[in-house]
């Protein structure tokens, strides 16, 4: 499963920016949406699944998901990163 969020528009000279979470690798990748390539990857701990861009478009929320399906972990959560830092 991957989830994928894109600001609405950016800013005048600002990148075009998608965030796709990838389950299997576990982590976030950063693709500019305008030279059609990847332009970073941030790691998670465990399997990213939705996605959501922050209003303001300064952090990008995660789902995180661990593989005990049906059973509640420290694996399940959210997780926030900082667009500027990567992290």
Do not use: K, M
Not at 26 to 49: E, F, K, M, N, Q
Not at 66 to 76: E, F, I, V, Y
Not at 78 to 84: G, H, L, R, S
């Amino acid at each position: 499963v991957t989830a994928f969020a894109q600001a609405p528009s950016p800013a005048p000279g600002a990148p075009n920016l998608a965030y796709v979470s990838n389950e299997v690798s576990r982590d976030i990748t950063i693709i500019d949406l305008d030279a059609l390539r990847v332009v970073g990857t941030v790691p998670v701990v465990h399997r990213p699944r939705g996605i959501q861009l922050a209003p303001g478009g300064r952090r990008v929320y995660a789902a995180l998901s661990d593989d005990q399906p049906h059973t509640r972990t420290a694996g399940d959560a959210i997780v926030e990163i900082d667009i500027a830092t990567r992290r």
